[in-house]
């Protein structure tokens, strides 16, 4: 058993991350700049937003990798640079992560398998190739995150299974459907994502973006139904976005979020962090939550 789950299985309810896209953008990313680019070309900066959440209390963090795979990458130039740019975001994840663990990001390809615009082999040896990179850095797990489509994330846990020695970990994104069920944009629920994921080799499951934490109580809820044992980490929104004077804001303050903890944890939730619109002050008040 890997170190993560270790500490899963000893109890222990862990604290992820937050927002990594954001804090980019703060820091002068450009719309249209790659920003696993910026691995190689602003290692300070990013070095600097892991460090952040480090600080700010977490047991996790992930890698500045969401895009790395050679489809995304390819549209920047960069399809023969996949192995660097994943390597050294887990690096510098891994350089600021000190003994804490550090989740090397992997989202979707932006291709659809049913479609035909890729192959199941295409994309299985894409995941490989930045699953690879990304245990080359020093990333304990692959993370795979955002995943709409089940198939495409059965090839990626495969992929990352089959090619590291990391653990292996999938999260999807659901959205609340006008009857209240949760489905993802491919209409998987977490129901039906439970034993495909975890036959696939996933260690951890979970959901990340689309809802807040308490939208993410429902999800927690309905895959412990499904599964009892099986890890659950959760990557909640800073709530849900609103459109204000021409931008998109994730409106939940930090205070706000933490007061929600208790309760996805008394649903079932393993481990705890933020996905859009959350900053190193939403994970600082949720880690002051566990130490209460």
């Not at 500045?64 to 887990?90: C, H, I, P, Q, Y």
């Not at 209409?187 to 993410?216: K, R």
């Amino acid at each position: 058993m890997g170190k993560i789950l270790n500490k899963i299985k000893q109890g222990k309810v862990l604290v992820s991350d937050g927002a990594w896209g954001t804090f980019l953008q703060q820091k002068g990313l450009k719309p249209g700049e790659c920003p696993e680019e910026w691995n190689i070309t602003h290692p300070e900066e990013v070095l600097d937003i892991a460090r952040s959440y480090i600080k700010a209390g977490a047991d996790m963090i992930e890698t500045n990798s969401f895009g790395g795979t050679r489809f995304k990458l390819e549209k920047f130039g960069l399809a023969d640079k996949v192995f660097e740019l994943n390597k050294a975001a887990a690096e510098i994840s891994r350089k600021a992560a000190g003994d804490k663990f550090v989740l090397g990001s992997v989202g979707p390809t932006g291709k659809i398998l049913m479609m035909g615009d890729v192959t199941e082999d295409e994309m299985y040896e894409a995941f490989k190739e930045q699953a690879k990179g990304l245990e080359a850095g020093g990333a304990d797990a692959i993370m795979i995150e955002t995943m709409s489509d089940l198939d495409e994330a059965r090839i990626a846990i495969r992929a990352a299974k089959e090619n590291t020695g990391c653990e292996v970990f999938c999260t999807m994104t659901f959205e609340k459907t006008i009857t209240g069920e949760f489905r993802s944009m491919m209409g998987v629920s977490p129901t039906e994502m439970v034993q495909i994921l975890i036959d696939a080799g996933a260690e951890l499951i979970g959901a990340n973006c689309g809802n807040g934490i308490a939208g993410m109580v429902g999800i927690v809820e309905e895959i412990r139904k499904a599964n009892p044992d099986i890890p659950i980490l959760v990557h909640a929104n800073a709530g849900m976005p609103v459109y204000q004077d021409g931008e998109t804001v994730f409106p939940e303050q930090p205070d706000e979020m933490a007061a929600l903890v208790p309760k996805i944890i008394a649903a079932g939730a393993n481990a705890i962090g933020g996905c859009c619109g959350t900053t190193p002050e939403h994970i600082r008040k949720i880690r002051v939550i566990f130490e209460k």
